[in-house]
């Protein structure tokens, strides 16, 4: 399996840290508001990379948290005349719910910043013992300059970034003995939740919170750290200048990126009115569309969004939920009988597609083709299963659908639906009538159907019925 490596810009073989084991760490968003679309590509791609690793027989310790302390959450809190923790709170609730909307496995933990303040404190007093950093007036500050590597993940050379002026600066307070000195603590402001430290009552600076949450939760090294190429720089690369100074040792072995999401092909942006929550999204379409339509381009391509390329990822999905139907349908009338000699030949021979899929997901995670072996996958169920097959024949193509689907976290077995006792009764009525060739009390019956949100259709098999 490669794994294409920001760090080295190549593809590069993975090698757990510890056999059959992977640690991966996932920045998770900042909760004073529900989730936009932007935030959803980053929890889906990496949440389908896991799934992947799990078919793979991997158990993987997935972390990913939430930052419930920041500039955004104390203005929203401001604004609203409540505490910052009752905002975040509630945010962290909405995400969870679109983030199961969108069939996301919860992460092993979920730590949140203001839970580990004190794991915080200790590493920028290990950073400050060991020379990276210094406080001046109840602030405390990493010296990036101290950490030789700086720049390494971003390729970018702190000469330049010096030169660049203001704009690319991490900071610019003038008491810094640096400008591109960044902030560990910063001292509490009126109105503003703050903890105790040994330099002043406040709270940590947002890099540190993912270098001790990670640490905590996964140890001092760790097989993926992975988000949003927008993380980089600052965020990523003062993440490794913090771990590496304090614990000696080489952070993450691979960083994984996804790519920006443009809407209609401009960047999603408040001025702009083209900015869409999860939410909002779950308004017109379900979230296993979002989803799917997400996976559809390789997770580090910009991907452009647009109500037409929803519309088409939600037709593309329909053929694959219809073959799945389509099989259980089957299989419920099959002949319980063996395999025949075709059909295990049959079968042996669908094993192309699930070897095309696992091709695809072992080069760097290519969903959109390993998207593509699951149609072909579809097409062969479409033209060799009908209602001679046996059990067995469907059951295993199905098993295929099923396991391929999982790992894009696509939910093809939709908790089975119970028809009321009223339209159960009216089901066997209109098939007495048929029966009796009283087509006009059919007809009235399926319309009758039709009218409470049940569709018929009559196949060669039986009677289907679907929700409208």
């Not at 959803?40 to 799990?54: K, L, Q, S, W």
Request: aromatic share 10%; hydrophobic share 35%; glycine share 6%.
């Amino acid at each position: 399996m490669k794994i294409y490596n920001t760090m080295s810009k190549r593809k590069e073989e993975f090698v757990p840290l510890e056999e059959g084991k992977v640690k991966m760490y996932v920045c998770g968003p900042t909760v004073y508001n529900f989730i936009h679309i932007g935030n959803a590509r980053p929890m889906i791609v990496f949440d389908t990379v896991r799934r992947y690793f799990e078919y793979k027989g991997y158990d993987v310790n997935f972390v990913s948290n939430f930052t419930d302390v920041d500039d955004k959450i104390i203005k929203k809190a401001i604004e609203e005349g409540v505490t910052a923790d009752e905002i975040s709170k509630r945010y962290i609730a909405e995400c969870k719910k679109d983030m199961d909307a969108m069939n996301i496995k919860p992460a092993t933990k979920n730590p949140l910043a203001t839970e580990e303040i004190c794991g915080m404190v200790d590493m920028i007093q290990t950073l400050i013992d060991k020379g990276y950093a210094y406080e001046k007036n109840g602030t405390v500050y990493y010296r990036t300059r101290k950490f030789k590597d700086y720049g390494k993940l971003s390729h970018k050379n702190l000469d330049d970034l010096q030169s660049g002026g203001r704009t690319l600066l991490v900071t610019g307070e003038d008491e810094k003995e640096d400008p591109l000195d960044f902030v560990l603590w910063k001292p509490k402001k009126e109105g503003e939740p703050a903890w105790k430290s040994p330099w002043s009552e406040g709270r940590p600076g947002w890099h540190i919170e993912c270098s001790e949450m990670s640490k905590k939760y996964l140890g001092e090294q760790i097989d993926i750290h992975a988000g949003g190429e927008d993380l980089i720089f600052p965020h990523h690369e003062n993440e490794i200048a913090q771990s590496e100074a304090a614990n000696g040792k080489e952070f993450a072995k691979y960083w994984m990126h996804n790519g920006f999401l443009n809407i209609d092909n401009r960047k999603m942006s408040k001025s702009l009115g083209n900015f869409f929550t999860v939410r909002e999204i779950s308004e017109k379409y379900d979230l296993q569309i979002l989803r799917f339509f997400m996976l559809s381009a390789h997770y580090r391509s910009p991907l452009n969004f647009s109500a037409d390329l929803m519309e088409a990822a939600k037709t593309s999905l329909e053929r694959i939920l219809t073959a799945a139907e389509n099989l259980r349908f089957l299989s419920k009338n099959a002949d319980a009988g063996a395999l025949t000699e075709e059909e295990e030949a049959l079968l042996t021979d669908s094993d192309k597609y699930v070897q095309g899929f696992e091709e695809a997901m072992d080069d760097d995670f290519n969903t959109a083709d390993a998207i593509a072996s699951v149609f072909e996958l579809v097409k062969f169920i479409n033209t060799t299963a009908d209602g001679s097959r046996s059990k067995e024949y469907l059951d295993g193509l199905y098993e295929k659908l099923f396991r391929l689907t999982d790992v894009l976290g696509i939910i093809v077995e939709k908790k089975e639906e119970m028809l009321d006792e009223e339209i159960e009764a009216l089901i066997e009525k209109r098939q007495a009538a048929r029966k009796e060739r009283n087509f006009a009390l059919a007809d009235q019956i399926r319309d009758e159907l039709l009218a409470k949100g049940i569709i018929l259709e009559d196949t060669r098999e039986g009677v289907k019925w679907k929700k409208a």
